[in-house]
């Protein structure tokens, strides 16, 4: 990192170490800054997401040509899971603003009657973003836009594993936002490090749960509110009353996009025993459909993204390896090659639940499978292991819906579907536990960035509580307990 940092950008160093002096004089603009949009009404913070929008629409081009540099993310899958999320968000949110902004009238108890009272949103002032490597863009600007609807200032700290997309992040807010406003900073965990000692109103992180702890220790140091985005095994479940070929479809497109670096894919795959050989085939043939139409090989497909670097590349590999080396057995798939961070579609079988694709996320393409005889035999699996951040279960079974839901807890669902809750903007969406906490998307990621601040109005020299004032004479008794039996 050099020594001074712009208004709006650091640029990163690997040798350099953050310039804390220059990291406190970004944070103390944005500071400084955030006093007067506290001030604005929605006309101008519609004005700053329409600007965001514009510039999303006239460069698809670079954001694609980013994408690809960094781990060869096919233009469509772009267009598809980074630009057009990005646009649902900011469509729905500049359609909502203006609501979402209002008071919220609640209603009156009757021992406070002739009082009213409301929710009043208040921007929270300066807010980080920390975002991830895997949708280095889309979870970028997602949580920016619900930080700019409600009014705050941004620092964002994008991947130094996605260099290229990086940089388009920077240049996007040189080019939309005030610089007093927004700020990208560029570095590795450092940076993050440094970043995470100043006194942020609010922390939006995603990432693995290991970070979020970090992130999570560092930010009660400021008392600063959080919302963390992470991650965990996902389950899949198939039962026997499922459409074994749209099961296999939505599974395959849902496990393999972005070669499986999605942190709501399908982790695993629980089959109820009886279909079991009939969806592995069913899967086989959907791969092919998708990723090997002309027969050429996965590897030879424009439509397949790479392992994001050598780093997770071998810690892919290390995970198959040991999967086979213990009993398991490739349904599908398997080849890797090193020089490209490439790894095929992969479905395996018969490999020990203490292995390392049973006990890690694995996010990748390489996609373990188990039968189940009874579906409480599933949820219990489900339910000795973390709490996932999405759960999918595929069933024709009224029946069977209710029991997953009701007993299998997770930060959201899918029912025969997968990933696809994600686009759904009125939807909250957020994990449990270890996969995450609070939560994001339309009203609900405005309301993670807003102060909801609750206020009661009382007209002037009357309350029905003035009849509860001491001293407490016999009839001041007899009201308390009047109120305390009826209201």
Known sequence: MPSTISATSATAATAAAPDTAALHATFDRLRARSAALRQEGWEPRAARLRKLGEWLTNNQKRI????????????????????YTSQIELKHTLQHLKKWMSRRRVGTPLPLLGAHGWMQPEPKGVVLIIAPWNYPFYLAIDPLISALAAGNCCLIKPSEMTPATSRLLREL?????????????????DLSTALLRLPFDHIFFTGSPQVGKVVMRAAAEHLTSVTLELGGKSPVV?????????????????????????????????????V???????????TRRLHDPNGTGVQHSDSFARIV???????????????????????????VDAAECFIEPTLISGVPVDAGLWREEIFGPI???????????????????????????????AENRRYLLQNAPSGGAAINDTVVHLMHPELPFGGLGNSGMGRCHGRYGFDAFSNLKGVLQQR????????????????VKRMIELVMRWF
């Open 173 to 189: 807010v040189e080019e939309t936002f005030e610089p007093t406003e927004v700020v990208v900073c560029e570095g590795d965990k």
């Open 276 to 286: 079991r050989d009939e969806l592995v085939q069913e899967i086989r043939q959907a």
């Open 64 to 83: 694609q040509q980013a994408l690809y540099a960094d781990f060869r993310k096919p233009a469509q899958e772009v267009d598809l899971s980074e630009i």
């Open 460 to 475: 002037v020299g009357q309350t029905s509580v003035k009849l509860l004032y001491p001293p407490y004479t016999s009839k």
């Open 367 to 397: 996609l373990p499978l188990r039968t189940y005889r009874t579906l409480p035999e599933a949820v219990d699996f489900v339910n000795e292991r973390p709490r996932p951040l999405a759960l999918y279960l595929f069933s024709r079974s």
């Open 309 to 335: 670097n050598s780093h997770h590349f071998e810690r892919l590999s290390q995970l198959l390896e040991e999967g086979q080396r213990r009993g398991g057995t490739l349904e599908m798939g398997g080849i």
């Open 238 to 274: 198939v039962d026997e009353t499922a459409n074994l070929r749209d099961a296999a479809e939505k599974i395959v497109w849902g496990k393999f996009l972005n070669a499986g670096q999605t942190c709501v894919a399908p982790d695993y795959l629980l089959v109820q025993e009886q």
